[in-house]
């Protein structure tokens, strides 16, 4: 490691070569301290952490470490909560945070080439100065970084119109885990040659190479944007407004249907508890028509429209309670597995009448009923971990029986969230033995030494025979 360390100071300079305990101390734990016991974090600390500013100095700190087999842990904005970044086998921790360039913004193909390290926020402030948008307003937008986006299937509110990052992805540039270079395909809008080897990278976290460089689709920026909200009694009732919205074929951005313990403490009237909001874009006289059409729907479906005031605060709500507050809150907790739509109350109802009884466990204030609406539909809530080993027992059990009744009802054991440590060994609820295979024999193609990310993602292979 000595050998390595120097030869990335010689690369790197020293002040982009971290290697003093001070420094690698928020390098150590993940956002999320579910993933480790209490009073554990502190304890798996990388060996290194290293900046590069662009594909050959990734290139280098690749092949460094492959020579020497050396666990090598690629990290984006760092705000996701599964254990992704996890220093668990120590190695080099490649921070991409200073590859924050705009490479190219191509206005009439509708495309742009970033680094992987600008955040989503960064990277929409440049569109606009071109009248484009990228629409990937995801909780995290304000650090979440276009790699880490898309190392963890990142999803945004604005799906039901312009989809995911996943979709937006026309060409990356990845350095596998032998420092080889890989162009997954040429800067086209739509191509029917090749393997979609792009694809290969969203949600791989890591495991399978680092993105050097992502070339996104990007829109038009609107002309017109607007929000319209309800308030209802519950969030059932609020959820039959948003289904009605989905059948009507009406052109919305996306929506989110939720439950608040009061929403007169958000400006809304008292005794109602339901929050429905659609958010639209488009051509001034399109948003008019589909706002006029949405205010039938809510007040037909015994809502209330929500002023001003009180839609500006909720709506803003967003970002500061997936990303920063959420981070902040130690022991507040969410699942969010997939839940195909008509099992959805049945869902609900098993989580919170039986599960999280038995264990002990409460949802957090506002937080026992939330969907995203749309293209994708993402069924979520919040609790709190209780405190203790004990606790952590419950939790950890608790948690197991969601995701075994998310797979039972047809859904996902991760709608958004990612795999890291923390839903690793849920993998086989949800895949084959076949399909486990089918993913081990990638992760081996691609990285023969394991030394891209080891341990997240998948499941340990067991031993031949054993499964």
């Known amino acids: 490691m000595q050998e390595v360390k120097g030869a990335l100071l010689s690369l790197l300079g020293e002040d982009r070569v971290f290697w003093r305990q001070a420094d690698l101390v928020p390098y150590t ?141 026309m060409s990356l540039e990845v350095v596998l885990a032998d420092g080889s270079v890989l162009r997954t395909g040429p800067k086209v809008l739509y191509t029917s040659t090749g393997y979609r080897l792009s694809q290969l990278f969203v949600g791989a976290e890591g495991t399978l190479g680092i993105i050097t460089e992502a070339t996104l689709r990007v829109e038009p920026a609107p002309e017109a944007e607007e929000v319209v909200m309800g308030f209802f009694d519950d969030f059932w009732a609020a959820f039959e407004a948003a289904k009605k919205t989905m059948a009507s074929g009406v052109g919305f951005v996306g929506s989110e249907v939720y439950e608040l313990d009061d929403a007169s403490e958000y400006g809304g009237p008292k005794g109602r508890r339901g929050v429905f909001y659609v958010s639209l874009e488009g051509t001034k006289g399109e948003v008019e028509a589909q706002r006029a059409f949405m205010t039938t729907i809510i007040r037909d479906s015994g809502g209330q429209l929500a002023e001003d005031e009180p839609l500006g605060r909720l709506y803003g709500k967003y970002t500061i309670q997936w990303c920063g507050l959420r981070a902040a809150i130690g022991l507040e907790e969410d699942f969010l597995p997939y839940i195909p739509m008509g099992r959805v109350k049945e869902f609900y109802e098993r989580v919170w009448n039986d599960i999280m009884p038995r264990h002990g466990i409460s949802p957090s204030p506002d937080g026992k009923f939330s969907m995203d609406i749309g293209r994708y539909k993402m069924a979520y809530g919040k609790f709190m971990i209780p405190e203790g080993d004990r606790g952590l027992r419950d939790y950890t059990e608790a948690y197991r029986e969601i995701l075994e009744l998310a797979v039972e009802l047809g859904g996902s054991v991760a709608g958004c969230t990612g795999i890291g440590l923390k839903h690793r060994d849920a993998m086989a609820l949800e895949y084959s033995d076949v399909a486990l295979e089918t993913m081990w024999a990638l992760k081996k193609a691609f990285d023969p030494d394991n030394i891209m990310n080891p341990g997240k993602k998948l499941p340990e292979r067991p031993t031949p025979g054993a499964r």
Do not use: C
């Open 29 to 169: 734990a993940d956002t999320d301290i579910s993933v480790i016991r209490s009073g554990e974090d502190q304890t798996h600390y990388p060996d290194l952490v290293v900046f590069p500013r662009d594909t050959r100095e990734v290139q280098e700190i690749v092949r460094l470490a492959a020579k020497r087999k050396i666990p090598l842990l690629p990290k984006g904005g760092g705000s996701n909560r599964t254990g992704m970044l996890l220093p668990t086998r120590g190695g080099i921790v490649v921070d991409t945070i200073k590859m924050d360039k705009v490479l190219e913004v191509s206005v009439p193909n509708l495309y742009v080439t970033v680094q992987p390290g600008i955040t989503l926020k960064a990277l929409e402030e440049e569109l606009q100065r071109h009248g484009l948008a990228l629409n990937q307003e995801q909780g995290s937008f304000k650090v979440a970084t276009v790699g880490g986006s898309i190392s963890t299937a990142g999803f945004g509110r604005k799906h039901q119109k312009y989809g995911t990052i996943s979709d937006r992805i």
